[in-house]
């Protein structure tokens, strides 16, 4: 028989996803992150009206970008957009970020 911690994990993320597919920022509604579903439905919003009209394919892009970076806030409380930045500075010098962790 399954686990039912693992069955209600398994539940809960794929109503996160399924309301992250059908509106940009419910995986933060859901998680009761409030604000920051909010700010990610309009922000989206405002992108991709503003994008889709001359630059569809990146108005798409930047939509998908946006709801991934709103289910992994809402999921694991760690934004994309950060993890990338410290990547890529890392990246660049190493040196000067594992200097500034210590």
Known sequence: ?????TSADLIAKTGLVAGEVLLPGASNLIA????????????TGIL????????????????????????????TGHSVVNDVVTGVRESIAPNKTAAAKT
């Open 48 to 75: 991709v009206s503003w994008l889709a009209p001359t630059a569809p394919l990146l108005a798409a892009a930047a939509s998908i970008g946006l709801r991934v970076n709103s289910l992994s806030q809402a999921t």
């Open 32 to 43: 009761g992150n409030i604000t920051t579903g909010v700010v990610t439905f309009l922000a």
């Open 1 to 5: 028989m399954a686990d039912l911690n």
